[in-house]
């Protein structure tokens, strides 16, 4: 007996159709906080007092939403710096000691390779991406604090990845955590330009890789020149 196969959509839950229909709206608004229940019930297909069977409040669907978009990309990060960094050299080497264009090759080959995937991932989330550039800067303090705390995770995951990886001659773990806060929220404003300027992609990407090299190269001769440049 041939068995027929339901092509009926899978069913998706009202926490997620709220928050498909936030994502919607906010590419109109550009902020979270300007939807109303409503509306984004209307949207999502739902009675408005269903919202509060999910969420508090529209910052509580923000944070899931930007808790959604890590828990989809952090790991897949971390793999692909290993990936890129395991093609270029093994892992039997010291930064201090080897060539400095090797060395060189190494980080820029996991630079490049972690760009192009975050910009990517950036594009293929357009508008929680540009939901997430907005209320970094927005009226919200719950959502701002979740922005800098995931870039703080980011951070920390940089640090880690960059010492394991051996990607650079080791800086004071205070540099090291300075130095790669800013460099996630540098690609990560560079991210709403490469989903909103497609003529200008290469370009950007170039950019970004220019950008994290020279902080990475400017950070090292810094430390050559001692710790107490910067105290």
Partial sequence: MAVVK???????????RLINAALKLS????????????????EAG?????????FRDLDELGVSIIGTLVEQIRQPLRDLRREAAGSVLGDDYDPGAADPMKATL??????????????????????AFLMGVQELHGASPVL????????????????????????????????????????????????????EFPEQRRAICQQAEYMVLSLLSGAMILNRMGPDLFP
Avoid: C, W
Avoid at 106 to 127: D, G, H, P, S, W
């Fill in 6 to 16: 339901s092509t009926r959509a899978p069913r998706v839950s009202g926490k997620n």
């Fill in 27 to 42: 590419m109109q608004t550009r902020s979270i906080r300007a939807l109303g229940l409503r509306e984004l019930a209307r």
């Fill in 46 to 54: 739902l009675n408005p007092n269903t919202f509060y069977r999910h």
């Fill in 106 to 127: 190494r980080a820029q080959q996991v630079n490049r390779e972690t760009i192009r995937l975050v910009f990517e991932f950036a594009l293929q989330n357009e508008a």
């Fill in 144 to 195: 701002r604090r979740a922005l800098r705390a995931v870039m703080a995770d980011f951070a920390d995951d940089m640090v880690q990845d960059i010492k394991d990886l051996k990607l650079m001659v080791p800086l004071d773990e205070k540099r090291m955590h300075q130095l790669s806060e800013i460099v996630i929220r540098n690609i990560f404003q560079l991210s709403l330009e490469y989903i």
